[in-house]
């Protein structure tokens, strides 16, 4: 068995703000469902990276107990340079300011408009 991609899909109250945040950090909307109140779902990409956002009502209806106890999640991203993404990133409620961790990767970390905690990472170079 061989797993070729994962994507994960965040849930939100409102999808429409999500863009806006991804959209700052060079990722675009490529794909749009429309809902009764806005967007029920997106998928957001930059040919190298792709998440999914649902409403939480689009997926109860979907499968109500299929996110029963689902929560806000945390998507750690690796990028090439973390001074590429620092000034998109101050435009965000902070959760970790920058830091340099043990093993040498440069993040920070922030919150999306869903709740969500995103971790930019910029690694260190391979030796």
């Known amino acids: 068995m061989r797993l070729n991609k994962a994507t994960p899909v965040l849930i939100a109250d409102d999808i429409e703000p999500c863009s806006q945040f991804w959209s700052e950090f060079g990722l675009e909307c490529t794909l749009e469902v ?21 409403t939480r009502a689009s997926a109860e209806l979907d499968e109500y107990n299929a996110i029963e106890g689902v929560g806000k999640s945390i998507v750690y991203v690796e990028v090439s340079s973390i001074a590429d993404i620092r000034e998109a990133a101050s435009r965000h409620p902070l959760v970790k300011a920058e830091h340099t961790t043990p093993y040498g990767a440069k993040e920070i970390y922030v919150r999306d408009p869903a709740g969500n905690v995103i971790g930019f990472a910029e690694l260190p170079a391979a030796s």
């Open 34 to 54: 429309p809902g009764d109140n806005g967007l029920m779902f997106a998928i957001f990409s930059n040919g190298k990276s792709e998440l999914m956002y649902q």
